[in-house]
């Protein structure tokens, strides 16, 4: 089948979003973009892939009704065990890495520390079910930090056992973590399905009953060859794709066009992303008409909040529920990131607490988008506001505030899939490309 | 306002790749001769007994000072010659070391950092104490700042022309005596003690004959961009076209020979409908047709450039090359009435006219020159220009309903050029213009 593939490489994470001839959303991929775009692109359209096979897969069972009732369970629990099979064959890539870049490392330490590494992955390989278990939470589900955070506390716990140097075993993890990370395996997604499949029949026995009923319409899906047939790319790595220059769209066309996507009726959008805050106008087919971005300064956008996280010692998603504990507003004047840290600390100093402080420093992030805002000509009703930061709740109460305060009642859009706004725009792009334009895809010159 | 690029005129080398090498029209070449000279007779203007002046682009009166057979300077010029040649960087620390406020213009400090460091002009000559400034103040505040600060380190005589701002869009006839009275009572008698020449009124209209003929060429050359392909760029390019009309030429025979050269160099990239020459040579696809406002940056001039021509983005009018006089409306130097033109002259700089005035100037060159929209190049360190551009950039997509877009960097100071914001705001608006053209050609076959 054709599908249309949009990839925004952000300087944070990379999303690609994958749609059919209808231009219907059958996946969504992201990953962080590692400082390698050329992977951090390939890793994203893989997962995109991934979650459009089982987009597929749900399709496909469900015309047969042959779960009725429990395909959603089915559908969930296969994903699980897919992931985990993913995990795995990471996990033992890793373990395999690391175990060559110790070779001669440590003197007559050398061998311990394998053993000890030996014995570090054994219990990683242990404890990963229970990572992917039904209602496990992970802080995040790219590779390194899942794998990266269990290997610190098994490692430590190892090393004392083993009397071999901590230290040792961290160094051999940085070493090794940038190799495996940057491999692509996307050839193995089908290996790791039908893997993952046995894992879910043993799961949920009632199913295994059915055998051929549910294995049949998923091979059906797995011997369908996905055609990517047009790939467009936006974001700061675009040029790293390894297409021509007809590929390539700007990230502001792409969130355009995306959030109008999303919301027909939009005029207006704002995207806080990680290094900028793009305010744009659309027109009635999500056409751009004109736009603006922070110029010279990045005060406002997403990283000012993970500098404050970093600053308070909280997790970046930790940030906005602490804001909503807020009982008032802490006037937060500086419009520099690095200064708002300084104020942050005085304000500790004198008593103020956490939560109003937070609610501040969210209000002042608002108020430099909504400067941009105005500069684009204002916002204009719908409004659609997408990126990273719309996933923060305080940010969004501090815009929902500011534009009543300065526009009155607005419609205002934000849908929970907005971190894909732009790869959904650049699948859109690819589409128009193919069906509208009878492009075909053309490579890099 | 004049370039020129510290490369030196490449040799022929039979074999050596043409990319490699940097290219220009031939008028360019004579320019980058012209302005060297200019400052080697700076440099030696003592020593042969001349008296040396310095005033600004707008409003520069050129053909007054050569009168009195003042060599003569040009502070911007001389800053953003220095910005070119990556000089202004460190004269701009120095500057600010000294007490010069990071918002001040950068033109100001990277003058004040060069005369810091002993007057080494950019071609690496010493620059002369000038014996006395002109202030003909049309529109920029921050000149009479900077003459204040000059005068004070030099001790030396200032004479100011008063140029009333054309606030209400028109140049009045009081206007133009209250200028002339100046230049009577004030300006040429200050002249006259300093250089010890008497004024010659003829002399004046001598000069402004070749003026004239100089100001016809020019205005033919920045006009050829109306032609498709446009021949020229007029903005990366004009600023090499206005730079001898600009500065210490404007009146001398050896600019009226560049212009008529240039001119003639145009007009038969004309005839072969080719398009304007960039550094990496002729552009041959013209995608983008754009107006552009404000000043270029000097510090990445080329890179700057280059964004534009790599994806086929031609200027084909710029207000910039209008800010030491606008000529296309009609203005020329008049030698029947001298001191009047030179007023009106004055009067009518870029810098003078009032935000209505810029605007018509704007969305009539988008009409005449067939541009698909208007790119604003904001000055950070300019207070005097940058203030009220987004207005002007609003009102000229509602009354031409082409899409515009903003991009922020500095005249002379290299640390505000972030090459990859602008590059991708370039890239989005050219990508826009392109949609909103599908949409356009879209919406016409659907009638």
Redo the contacts between chains.
Sequence with gaps: MRCFIGIDLGSTTTKAVVIDEERNVLGRGITNSRSNYDTAAAVAKTEALVSARFQLFRDALGRTKALNGGLDTFIEQLERDFRLEQFLEQLADLEEVCVRNAEGRFGRDTQAVQAALVETFKRLGTEAPELFAPGAKRKSDFFRDIAGSRYLAIGEAVAKDAEVSYDHLLNVFDRSIIEVENRVYGDTVNRHLLAAMDRTFKALPDTAAKGERIRAPIKGVLDTPIEETYVVGTGYGRARLPFSKEHIRSEILCHGLGAHVMYPGTATVLDIGGQDTKAIQVDKAGIVESFQMNDRCAAGCGRYLGYIADEMNLGLHELGPLAMKATKTIKINSTCTVFAGAELRDRLAIGDRREDIMAGLHRAIILRAMSILARSGGIRNEFTFTGGVAKNEAAVKALRDLIFENYGEMTININPDSIYTGALGGATFAWRAVVEEGKTAEARK | MTTNQPTPKPAAQPGKPAASQVQKEDAMWLQKEMINKNYHDLAVAHDVGRKVSATFVPGNLNELLMCFDFARSLPETNALQNGLRKKSGKMIMDAEREGHSEDVCTYVKADLGMMQAGQIGPTGEKLPVPDVLVLSYTGCFTFMKWFELVRQKYDCETTMLHVPYQGDGKISENMVQYVVKQLKEEVIPTLERVSGVKFDIDRLREYMKESVNAEEDLVAVLQSAKNRPSPIDGYFGGVYYIGPMFTAFRGTPEASKFYSVLRGEIEERVRRKQGPITPDGEMTEEKYRLVVEGPPNWTSFRDFWKMFYEDGAVVVASTYSKVGGVYDFGFRHDADHPLESLARYCLGCYTNLNFPQRIDMICKYIDEYQADGLLINSI?SCNSFSAGQ?LML?EV?KRTGK??????SDLVDPR?F?A??IK??L??YF??IN??RR?TAGAATAH
């Design positions: 950070k987004l609003r997509e899409p515009a877009a903003f991009v922020e505000y972030s990859a914001n991708n705001r890239e989005s990508q826009m949609q909103k949409a």
